[in-house]
């Protein structure tokens, strides 16, 4: 029996055509450009405006379609869908499901993963998991949110952070031993009060209080979020490489969530890695949540080589976080 790995073997992407800038952001709430680019490294973001398309389902739909357009692949032959998403389009009615649909992915089955920013990276995890036990041969991993939907924009501690996006990556069996090789991922729910969305759950349904409180958009407690990220990001980071006998001058990219470019900066350097190596596009998109690392696959694969070693890093609300390391498969 021939053993073999879970491969990416192409990439898509799609952004909405709204963007809303730093100076815009300065006639909504108590902010500046000089103080939001210095603090997270962000300069504008992208918004799906209703004009263009609604719900998180659009931008997902459209990530898959540019990575079939690119690969040319018949959507028949795709056995599983998966949507790494914090923003579904509705809760129960699958996001997941609605894309596969969409897409004329009638052979495959899907589900919708959530685990907040750290949605994708467990989401390559998994799909990589299908792959490697023999069951499934093409598995869509599709990273996508509309944050601006739960995004108050009164509130000047979140509103500059977050944009909207979608990302996606097919996984085929690889028998040169690209692809995934390994994986450090953890979770731990001291994590729960410090970012979070308070109603619309089962905790806190919606009534007309919760709704007039405010309480069905994002609230982030920035100090404890970065200390927690900073830490841990660069620790997944750098146990994955110590764990896989790497060094910095092994390691040909770092793929980081884009959250805030302090906790990139200090994951690069946790790592012992060149500003060079790491992948970045926050100054352009913000945190698009569960898109990120996609959106950097699909920016920088004209610079990708077959054999590439990645480091994955992100982290996430609940806390989830972790890293993965991959072997780039084609060029």
Not at 322 to 329: D, F, P
Request: charged share 20%.
């Amino acid at each position: 029996m021939n053993k073999f790995s879970a491969a990416i073997t192409a990439v898509g992407a799609y952004v909405p055509n709204f963007v809303l800038t730093n100076k815009m952001l300065e006639d909504m709430v108590e902010t500046n450009d000089e103080w939001i680019t210095t603090r997270t490294g962000i300069k504008e973001r992208r918004i799906l405006k209703p004009e263009e398309g609604e719900g998180t389902s659009y931008l997902a739909i459209k990530a898959a379609e540019d990575l079939l357009q690119k690969k040319a692949i018949n959507p028949k032959e795709i056995d599983l869908v998966l949507v790494a998403t914090a923003t579904p389009d509705m809760f129960v009615a699958s996001t997941a499901a609605l894309l596969a649909s969409s897409i004329g992915a009638t052979n495959a089955f899907s589900y919708d993963l959530h685990a907040a920013c750290s949605s994708f990276l467990y989401g390559m995890s998994t799909a990589a998991a299908y792959i490697e036990a023999g069951r499934y041969k093409k598995v869509l991993l599709v990273g996508a949110d509309k944050m601006s939907s739960i995004v108050d924009y009164t509130d000047r501690t979140t509103c500059i952070i977050f944009g909207d996006g979608a990302g996606a990556v097919l996984f085929e069996p690889n028998e040169e031993g690209m692809g995934l090789q390994d994986e450090y991922l953890r979770s731990d729910g001291v994590g729960r009060n410090f970012l979070k969305m308070d109603a619309g759950g089962s905790l806190l349904p919606a009534s007309e209080e919760t709704v007039r409180k405010r309480q069905h958009f994002i609230y982030q407690d920035g100090k404890s979020v970065f200390k927690f990220a900073v830490t841990n990001m660069a620790d997944a980071a750098a146990k994955i490489m110590q764990r896989n006998e790497l060094g910095g001058d092994d390691v040909a990219w770092l793929v980081p969530h884009q959250a805030n470019k302090r906790i990139i900066d200090a994951t690069s350097n946790r790592m012992g890695l060149d500003s060079s190596k790491v992948m970045m596009n926050i100054q352009r998109y913000g945190n698009t949540t569960s898109a990120t690392l996609p959106l950097l696959l699909n920016d920088y694969e004209s610079q990708l080589k077959k054999g590439d070693n990645l480091v994955f890093a992100a982290f996430g609300g609940g806390f989830t976080w972790g890293s993965i390391y991959l072997k780039w498969a084609y060029n």
